[in-house]
């Protein structure tokens, strides 16, 4: 069952988790003000979240 999800990102992150999902595979991946939109089941906000943990890890974020 797909549904549009939203992953949440501080700002100037927005592009980088973008990317990161789009390099994962998700479909219809839309970075906006303050997160990055996909669509997807249960398992892909998963994963998603997962994607978005590492790219904070990495320490590819901004802010202000």
Do not use: Q
Not at 1 to 9: F, V
Not at 14 to 39: C, N, T
């Amino acid at each position: 069952c797909m549904t549009d999800l939203i992953a949440t990102a501080p700002r100037g992150v927005e592009p980088i988790l973008r990317d990161e999902l789009r390099s994962l595979g998700f479909r219809e991946v839309r970075a906006g003000r303050g997160g990055v939109s996909f669509s997807g089941g249960m398992a892909d906000a998963m994963r998603a979240l997962r994607a978005k943990w590492m790219t904070n890890a990495r320490g590819e974020h901004s802010y202000g």
